[in-house]
């Protein structure tokens, strides 16, 4: 769960809110391996998270960020789209009681075609529940 802040190293709502959301997931899921509310680049390194932050819970670096509102996750996901050598896919809505998602403005054919992988195989995974 990202922010600004490391383990409440500064006392801001919008950190606080990622920290007692973070104590939330811990407690309806205790099955998965979340922790913050952190850095990103502290979510991504072991060592330095090992060696400022031993209490923390993420056994290796995180593989799924979490960020505390749109704006960060939108900015952070076109950065991450223009700089690497990767495939950035979203947003994906979850929480639906139906299988849809968005395809962003001036999506490539790839990004609409794995957009549509993702909401079928959602798709069937709500029917399979039903």
Request: aromatic share 4%; net charge negative.
């Amino acid at each position: 769960m990202l922010s600004f802040s490391n383990f409440g190293s500064v006392e801001h709502p919008s950190c606080i809110k990622v920290a007692k959301a973070t104590q939330i997931v811990k407690k309806l899921r205790p099955d998965l391996e979340i922790d913050g509310e952190m850095q990103a680049d502290v979510a991504l390194d072991d060592d330095k998270r090992h060696e400022h932050f031993p209490f923390s819970t993420l056994k290796e670096n995180a593989n799924v960020l979490i960020f505390s509102n749109v704006e960060s996750a939108n900015i952070a996901y076109k950065l991450l789209g223009q700089m690497g050598p990767l495939e950035s896919v979203g947003p994906i809505l979850i929480g639906l009681n139906a299988a849809a998602n968005v395809c962003q403005l001036h999506s490539t054919v790839k990004e609409i075609v794995h957009m549509c992988a993702i909401t079928a195989a959602h798709a069937q995974d709500l029917k399979a529940s039903t």
